[in-house]
């Protein structure tokens, strides 16, 4: 069975009441096995973040499931719920707005496991290094601030925080696409070292193509709400079977190039 499996779920925003809803996601489904990778890919306002949103509860949707190790997420409240969230957990774009800036790092890390009363004071201080260690963030740095650190340090911070909960699941938007190009191959990496130490799945949330081919094992391309293809990562890239993917190829033209 897949870890997660999402079953065409749907999902309208309203401007105004009355007015038709937009269908920012439309009937989207995917699966995603355990320790595997699904980039979604597409281009701004295709309905990803809001994909990612709905997969993790953050948002209701209109219809459609999500199921993740035979639960039907749809159905959970009160202990089921904070159980699932433990299980799936997001790293979001820009480390800056999703960690408290009045906080020392190792406060913020710490923050789940306080919310799902894992570990004693002790314990959870231990964890903490431990995890923000596992990140490459040294115990010299616990007491700093968001703004004391740098971008590509504090995403780190970011994945630690995800971690904490010892999730199945992460929903990476954008992590590394405000990072200089030189640190997203570093956020990359641990990222990749970390699903194959610990077996976590992703769903990365991207539209930058170029990464995708490195880190996913399957893609789906959203366009307008919808997954126009989806394939393994291999065959989406060498014989794109959908015009619009062909178009994002070709906009990253080292991609998919015979080698020589
Ligand atoms: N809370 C909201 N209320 C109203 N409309 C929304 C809301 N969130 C998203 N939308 C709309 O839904 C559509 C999909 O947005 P979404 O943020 O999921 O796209 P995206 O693929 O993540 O884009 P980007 O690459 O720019 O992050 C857009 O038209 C957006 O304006
Ligand atoms: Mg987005």
Known sequence: MALLEVDRLTKEFRRRRGEPGHRAVDEVSFRIERGGTLALVGES???????????????????????????????LDGRGLRAFRKRAQMVFQDPHSSLDPRVPIAVSVAEPLVVHGIGTRGERRERVADLLDGVGIGSHLLGRYPAQLSGGQLQRVAIARALATDPELIVCDEPVSAL???IQAQVINLLTD???ERGIAYLF??????????????????????IVEQAPVDRLFREPE?????????????????AS
């Open 180 to 182: 200089d190009v030189s």
């Open 45 to 75: 306002g295709a309905g990803k973040s809001t994909t990612g949103r709905l997969v993790l509860r953050l948002i209701e949707p209109d219809s459609g499931g999500v199921s993740m190790g035979g639960t039907d997420v749809r159905a």
């Open 242 to 258: 959908h015009d619009y993917t062909r178009t994002l190829l070709d906009a990253v033209p080292y991609i998919g190039a015979p």
């Open 205 to 226: 949330i991207t539209h930058d193509l170029a990464l995708v081919e490195a880190f996913a094992d399957t893609v789906a391309v959203m366009r307008a709400g919808a």
């Open 194 to 196: 970390l699903q194959a």
